[in-house]
């Protein structure tokens, strides 16, 4: 069996929830395995990343140079390439970095490379077999992948339960010097953070939430009427912000806002795990589809299968005339 | 500038119900819709502004068979310059590492300071453009979401990363570039644009006319192959309210009253 190693996305000398994600990725890939971690930045960041993993991981290697104050996944690959042993099976977390990363280093390794993996069936000889998702998450496929020559995976986030036994006093190895001068052909120049819009859906415990459903522009003044009838802020998945329906703000999921309402209800969204992802706290979810295997039913509380464009003004009127009811 | 542009023509999931089929090993392939792979017209459209503000030309290719060349019409028909088909039955049962492999033999017989691709593939796994850049030792960016030209020699673009943030980077050209959606409006494509771009010819180029040494591409290269398509057990799923509408209206206003959802 191949070393297996996990470079660990940090920021600020924390190492990334998904740290300990692809420590239990690496024991369902083997079980008997001992994995290393790899981290990649400038001290004094590093030395108290490397210190929080050794609760963590057997072994830390850490890589220290100037040119790695932003990681950036070329000078990262470069580091890599010259630190690791032929056929190794390196995990890195599914997110900007590791997209970044990923099939280029896979290239250098000349190893093989599978993206996005949900879960690990197995290993047969040198055959690992892997779950992925397609088709937004409509469909799963087994994946078969031959790491005779090492490999490069990218782990979903969230979908390892990460490790509870850790190791104590991990060893911290330093491999610097290993890597010499590093150079790019792109280099990072700043950050920009995004703007926060009229309304802060994080702050609202009621969200009605809009996905492609919708279907136009005009629609969305159904969706409002709801919010409004409610108390609740309209909310929405990717394809509503991609298509300028609304704003950026508004949008829910790893590219968009975390929100942590009581009640979500989830209109015409099918349940990508990118929009997932960004509703915390366990909301009573509500999803209203016309799909009626779409995954957002599999996580929903309830389910309705209908027109949401018929459905929702219905709903409204009920809301409408309850409350006003119960204020006479 | 001369910009290429990577796309593939998928199963369109706002047309279709991705379903198992009856066999339980592929997808139901029957009347399915197909259609540009959503983040690659996303890619082509940022190709045909960059062009119309600084000039050049944009050239559409993919890797597929004879269905396929419809996507490269409808991108045509959008304003691109040239489309190309990549396609030879030595191809069948490529990874991502042997389309990029192909793509780079395809890119070498030309000169582009530019190539595109989508972010991810509805089918894919967003590896196909890293692999190419690698191969080529062209520097990669992915997610990228906004393009400022800053001279021949450079771009400056943003990167699409946690919680709606932008990472600014700069790139030397010539690069690759995976693009998110939402990084512009596509334009519209009716009928009569296709049609107009439906008599101009578009070139097939197999193996041999890119030099591509058999071994290194298609099924035996493959070092990873999908076994097959499946349904997930579901998790508690939902609780599927029955009946009238008015009734479901009825269930679902006590439901939300109940859980806290009037404010």
Do not use: M
């Given at each position: 069996m191949s070393r297996i190693f996990a470079y660990i996305v940090h920021k600020a000398g924390v190492a990334d929830d998904s740290a300990m994600e692809l420590a239990a990725a690496a024991r369902k890939l083997d079980p008997t395995a001992s994995v290393t971690a790899i981290i990649a930045g400038t001290a004094p960041d590093l030395d108290a990343v490397s210190n929080g993993l050794r609760n963590s991981y057997g072994e830390t290697w850490k890589i220290n140079n100037e040119a790695l104050g932003y990681p950036n996944a070329e000078l990262v690959r470069q580091a890599m390439v010259k630190v690791l042993p032929a056929g190794s099976i390196v995990l890195v977390a599914h997110e900007h970095f590791g997209i970044d990363l990923a099939p280029g280093l896979s290239v250098r390794l000349n190893a093989a490379c599978v993206s996005d993996v949900l879960a690990i069936d197995g290993l047969t000889g040198s055959t690992l077999k892997v779950v992925r998702q397609e088709f937004g998450g409509q469909i799963s496929a087994h994946v078969n992948c031959d790491i005779s020559g090492g490999a490069v995976i990218t782990v979903r986030p969230g979908a390892f339960k990460p490790l509870e036994t850790v190791a104590a006093n991990g060893n911290v190895i330093d491999k610097?010097?290993?890597?010499g001068v590093l150079t790019a052909k792109r280099r990072y120049l700043g950050m920009v953070v995004a703007e926060a819009g009229d309304v802060d859906i994080t702050k609202h415990s009621v969200l009605v939430s809009i996905g492609r459903g919708i279907q136009e522009k005009d629609n969305v003044a159904i969706a409002e009427e709801l919010a409004e009838a409610l108390g609740a802020a309209v909310s929405c998945s990717r394809p509503v912000v991609d298509a300028k329906w609304l704003e950026k703000s508004r949008q829910v999921g790893t590219s968009g806002k975390t929100v942590k309402p009581k009640v979500y209800l989830a209109c015409g969204i099918s349940g990508a795990f990118q929009h997932l992802a960004?509703?915390?706290?366990n909301p009573f979810l509500i999803a209203i589809n016309k799909?009626?295997?779409?995954?957002i039913f599999q996580v929903a509380d309830v389910g309705i299968v209908d027109d949401l464009l018929e459905f929702l003004p219905e709903f409204t009127n009920k809301v409408r005339e309850m409350r006003s009811v119960s204020t006479k | 500038m001369e910009i290429l542009v990577c796309v593939r023509r998928v199963p369109d999931t706002s047309e279709n119900e991705i379903q198992l089929n009856a066999a339980g090993n592929d997808i139901e392939r029957d009347d399915l819709v197909y259609s540009i792979n959503e983040w690659d017209n996303y890619a082509v459209e940022e190709a045909l502004q960059i062009v119309s503000r600084i000039g050049g030309t944009v050239t559409v290719a993919t890797v597929g068979g004879e269905d396929d060349e419809e996507v490269l019409r409808r991108e045509m028909a959008m304003g691109a310059t040239h489309g190309v088909l990549i396609s030879d039955d030595a191809f069948a049962g490529s990874d991502a590492r042997g389309i990029a492999t192909i793509l780079k033999a395809f890119v070498q017989k030309g000169k582009y300071d530019l190539i595109l691709t989508g972010v991810q593939a509805e089918d894919g796994g967003a590896l196909v453009g890293g692999m190419l850049a690698a191969m080529l030792d062209y520097p990669f960016a992915s997610l990228v979401n906004s393009i400022e030209v800053l001279d021949q020699k450079a771009l400056k673009i943003s990167r699409e990363i946690a919680g709606g943030n932008k990472e600014i980077n700069e790139i030397d050209l010539p690069c690759v570039l995976s693009i998110q959606t939402g990084i512009n409006e596509p334009r519209y494509v009716g009928m009569r644009g296709i049609r107009q771009v439906a008599s101009i010819p578009i070139p097939t180029l197999g193996a041999p006319e890119l030099g591509?040494?058999?071994?290194?591409?298609g099924v035996s290269a493959a070092k990873i192959q999908r076994v097959d398509y499946f349904t997930p057990a579901m998790g508690k799923g939902a609780e599927m309210l029955q009946g009238s509408r008015e009734e479901i209206v009825e269930k679902l206003f006590e439901l939300v009253a109940a859980k806290g959802g009037l404010k």
């Open positions: 610097s010097s290993e890597v960004g509703i915390k706290g799909n009626p295997k779409a995954p | 591509l040494d058999p071994q290194s591409i």
